[in-house]
């Protein structure tokens, strides 16, 4: 079966980013420090309904400033929120790959994520509407998340291909491996070189 789309995560792949930059300068208006702030936040999974639209950008400020005891406004806070990714060397060589495979191979290009609305928002604002891609799948907008069988089934119908005509790419190994759980061609994404190895191995390039 040959392959006729590439389907990529955005964080650690088409941009970086660092939670703890939102947490040591949310630590600036909480009662806590930055490392109760994370375990809060982060590790305990405060932000998860929001990635799955559960809840809106509103209500999970409320939440937030709650939760950590912080004094800050909404619009400081999504601020905040915002600004964690950046541009590597990798996710710059990787977008111009898609966009030469898209060309040269007609491959079809999917970008499915775990995020939330504001950081989608940041995301667009970095690295533009992402027009290179033939279909977007967004966890807050589908309200599903990985490693559920339901945001993969989105991208694939989407993109109007089978599971086997794909290769989806997560830098989180688990999150590969669901792919691969319902046949796509799930890649563990540890840098642009090894990803480049791994298609010339699946005769993609």
């Known amino acids: 079966m040959s392959i006729k789309a590439i389907i990529s995560d955005i964080g650690n792949v088409l941009l970086n980013f660092d939670h703890h930059t939102i947490t040591k300068r949310l630590a600036n208006y909480s009662l806590y420090p930055e490392d109760r702030i994370y375990n809060i936040i982060i ?22 400033k ?30 111009n790959l898609l966009i030469k495979l898209k060309k040269s191979k007609n491959l079809k290009i999917g970008v499915l994520s775990n995020i939330n609305e504001l950081h989608y928002q940041e995301v667009t604002r970095i690295i533009g509407k992402m027009a290179f891609a033939d279909f ?33 790419m997560d830098d989180i190994k688990e999150y590969a491996e669901a792919a691969s759980r319902i046949g796509i ?8 070189d090894n990803f480049v190895k791994e ?3 699946l005769k993609v390039l």
């Open 43 to 64: 590790e305990k999974g405060t932000h998860n309904d929001y990635d799955k639209g559960l809840i809106s950008s509103n209500e999970f400020y409320q939440r937030v």
């Open 66 to 95: 709650d939760r950590i005891k912080a004094n800050i406004d909404f619009e400081d806070f999504a601020n905040i929120w915002k600004h964690m990714f950046y541009k590597t060397e990798d996710s710059k060589k990787l977008k």
């Open 136 to 168: 977007i799948t967004l966890s807050y907008e589908i309200h599903s998340v990985k490693p559920e069988k339901g945001i993969y089934q989105n991208a694939l119908t989407g993109l109007k291909i089978r599971a086997e005509e794909c290769i989806y």
């Open 185 to 192: 061609i799930g890649i563990h994404y540890t840098g642009y």
């Open 199 to 201: 298609l010339k191995e």
